[in-house]
């Protein structure tokens, strides 16, 4: 079952972010998924990035015990994560888990989006939304003229769509002063 945008509002209302957070992965969400939680990405270039993904990181996911092709599968959830990258951005007593359940789970998927936007954000010294969003799919572009230009129009109408000013692309990002277990601690039992 998928649960749309007026959960996820919920949960983020919950979750301990701030209010531009919450708006920022409402925004991701818009893009990333429609609002439907349990998208799924599994095209041939989603596939090879997220078995790129798992090779990066075969020697850590390896003591999980979990066979390779669950890491190799792709993206989804309400914020598009790799499965290979999505148990890293979680505390350490979930990352063993199926990716599949993570990035499905609202409240772990959540709580990796929020671990992967403070990484996203230290990475890449970006503040705005446009950078922050443009850097979601590809970090190491976040700040570049030509990616933030020619995603810039992508953004400003979908900011429209949300129903937000245009100018909203622009808006700075504080701190995100929290961080994946306190999301969790949270949120758990309210999904």
Same mark, same amino acid.
């Given at each position: ?52 993904? $798992? ?14 092709? %669950? ?22 007593? $979930? ?40 850097? %979601? ?55």
């Amino acid at each position: 079952m998928s649960v749309g945008r007026a959960e996820l509002e919920r949960l983020l209302a919950e979750s301990g972010l701030p209010n531009a957070w919450q708006q920022f992965l409402v925004f991701v969400a818009a893009g990333e998924s429609g609002f439907h939680s349990t998208a799924l990405n599994d095209t041939p270039g989603e596939a090879k990035a997220s078995k790129r993904g $798992y090779d990066r990181n075969a020697g850590r996911l390896a003591a999980c015990g979990n066979p390779p092709s %669950w890491y190799a599968v792709g993206s989804g959830g309400w914020f598009g994560m790799l499965y290979a990258y999505a148990p890293f951005n979680l505390p350490d007593e $979930y990352r063993c888990m199926n990716p599949a359940d993570i990035v499905h789970d609202p409240v772990l998927s959540i709580a990796a989006a929020v671990s992967f936007a403070r990484y996203l954000k230290g990475v890449s010294n970006s503040d705005t939304v446009v950078s922050m969003r443009a850097g %979601w799919g590809w970090p190491a572009k976040a700040n570049d003229a030509t990616r933030l230009a020619g995603r810039r129009p992508v953004y400003v109408k979908r900011a429209t769509k949300l129903g937000w000013p245009p100018s909203y692309v622009d808006s700075v990002l504080p701190a995100v002063g929290i961080d994946a277990a306190g999301v969790i601690a949270n949120l758990k039992g309210t999904a």
